[in-house]
């Protein structure tokens, strides 16, 4: 079946830090590739989103690059700032099988200090 | 886009007691899904919720403890039935929209408390 694999949080980082969160993942088919954050008391928002090999996708300074070799989609950014903190979810999405529904890894909670 | 509207937001119930989540997408789609995120943990897939057929459940999922509603192609309800405090959660429900470049979008969540 499809499984994801964050790191683990909590990710304490200071201000203007470089960021990043490991996801790998497995899947049966040919995956798309997202990154969902859920900041402090609000929903689920899509970040950024990657469906073939080799794609990157990006928003708002970050990025992922969706590696098949490693099966890998890790999320970067150059500089965080405070109003980044919030949990940070990696998905995909087995659309080659008809599947749409979301697997989810764990979250990684990031936390941006002054 | 979409826009997903759930309600109520919150709730605090007691046990024993069955609680029905609404679910409203402003554009007409053809699956949706409803998840379950229980304190502190990721998002967990209950049901896959089509219009005009059964919901299809997840393992460890049933329809007598959920069952759901998809009456027409923008609304559907979760029931949450004979609750316990193990069912303190927050469910949100989700759809895709688009045809080429899709993205599924989620309503805001209800953070269900049994007591």
């Known amino acids: 079946g499809n499984s994801v694999t964050q790191m683990e949080g909590p990710v304490t980082l200071s201000e203007e830090a470089f960021l990043t969160i490991n996801c790998t993942y497995t899947?049966?088919?040919?995956?798309?590739l997202f990154w969902y954050v859920q900041y402090p008391g609000e929903g689920l928002q899509l970040l950024l989103k990657?469906?073939?090999?080799?794609d990157k996708g990006s928003n708002k300074g970050f990025e992922a690059t969706y590696r098949k070799e490693t099966t890998s989609f890790h999320l970067e950014k150059g500089s965080v700032q405070v109003s980044d903190s919030a949990v940070y979810f990696c998905?995909?999405?087995?659309?080659?099988?008809?599947?749409?529904?979301?697997?989810f890894g764990s979250g990684t909670r990031l936390q941006v200090q002054p | 886009s979409a826009v997903i509207s759930q309600k109520p937001s919150r709730d605090i119930c007691q046990r024993g007691t069955s609680l029905t989540i609404q679910c409203q997408v402003d554009?007409?789609?053809?699956?949706m899904f409803w998840y379950r995120q229980q304190p502190g943990q990721s998002l967990t897939l209950i049901a896959t919720?089509?219009?005009?057929?059964?919901?299809?459940?997840e393992s460890g999922f049933v329809i007598d403890k959920f069952p759901i509603s998809r009456p027409n192609l923008t609304f559907s309800t979760l029931t949450v039935s004979n609750m316990s405090p193990e069912d303190s959660s927050i469910y949100l429900c989700?759809?895709?929209?688009?045809?080429?470049?899709?993205?599924?979008?989620f309503g805001q969540g209800t953070r269900l408390t049994v007591v």
């Open positions: 989700s759809a895709w929209t688009g045809v080429i470049n899709t993205e599924a979008f």
């Open positions: 899947a049966t088919g040919y995956p798309s």
């Open positions: 990657a469906t073939k090999a080799d």
């Open positions: 998905a995909l999405s087995d659309q080659g099988t008809g599947r749409r529904a979301l697997t």
């Open positions: 554009s007409q789609v053809t699956m």
């Open positions: 919720a089509n219009q005009g057929s059964e919901a299809t459940y």
